[in-house]
């Protein structure tokens, strides 16, 4: 009777790690699905496409395109709803900044498991390597994520293993340890090297974190939208507007979301009817949001933030238009507000 055909379910980010830790279980005879989690802070993909500077970057969700590389199907699953919870009360608390990496690994772990058991698959893997996060990845965290997902030793790190005690998998010669490995540490040179060795080129950026909770600006602007909320809430739409515009608070009421350029303007136009929007009609100039709830005279201020990065910046006055949700627009003439008059602490 022939050997049962072993199937892992993968955790890809679109980044390196999971890419080859998928890979090199593939190269074992093991059926791989990779599974993606949409949590709504995700990188991939979004601003690439919304910028025009970064239009010579590939527009391209890099988990559908590792899933590509590597002929496995994959699943993505939103989890917008779920993981508030953890962005909002971390039990292990946040990283550098409002990054959950711990609770979130453990959350996914967790779910990548439910799936697997719905699905029939027999372990997970994950692109983890000891030491290479410090709050996620260092050799005590690594057993909190397999314990506290409930995975235990379903929970297979190809990349790391070695370092590791053997896991299910492992022990039931599933997969061979021997050909498993024992990276370590924040170097990335092992994992460029397997990629060469492989014949993977073109991966995503090997740095960094995998979702915007680990940039310090955006994680400033979340902290911002909480303090002035008068609580730790957020929507999907406050948390992808968060990652587009320049964000200018003058004051506790109200703040501006200003358009950078073109394809930032063509995204917030989407938004137009949820907030006040402000845009230029004398001048070529952004599209402007106003989050909040302002008075007539901030939306006066609001309006000459606006002229003021418009290209009538030097001129003596702009002619505005505003629109209340969508309502009846209606115009102004202001002055551009200098920008020494715009003090750098609004800037978030
Ligand atoms: S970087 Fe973001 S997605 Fe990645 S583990 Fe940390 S919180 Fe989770």
Redesign the pocket.
Known sequence: MSEKQRKAVALI?GGLDSLLAARVIQEQGIHVEGINFF?G??VEGHTHAIRKKDQAKPKRNDALWVAEQLGMPLHIVDIVEEYKDIVINPRHGY?ANL???LD??VF?VKKALQWMHEHGFDFIITGEVVGQ?PK?QRADTMPVVAGESGAEDLLLRPLCAKNLPPTLPEREGWVDREQLFDFSGRTRKPQMALAERLGLEDYASPAG??????DEAYSRKLADLWQYRGERRYELDDVMLLKVGRHIRPAPNFKLIVGREEGENRFLEGYRKRYVAIRTLSHPGPLVLVDGEPTAEDLELAARITARYSKGRTAAEVEVELSDHGGEPWRRTVEPLAPDRIPEEWYL
């Open positions: 980010s949590t802070f995700c990283g990054n959950p990496c979130c690994k996914m996060r996620s974190g995998c979702c915007f909770l680990t």
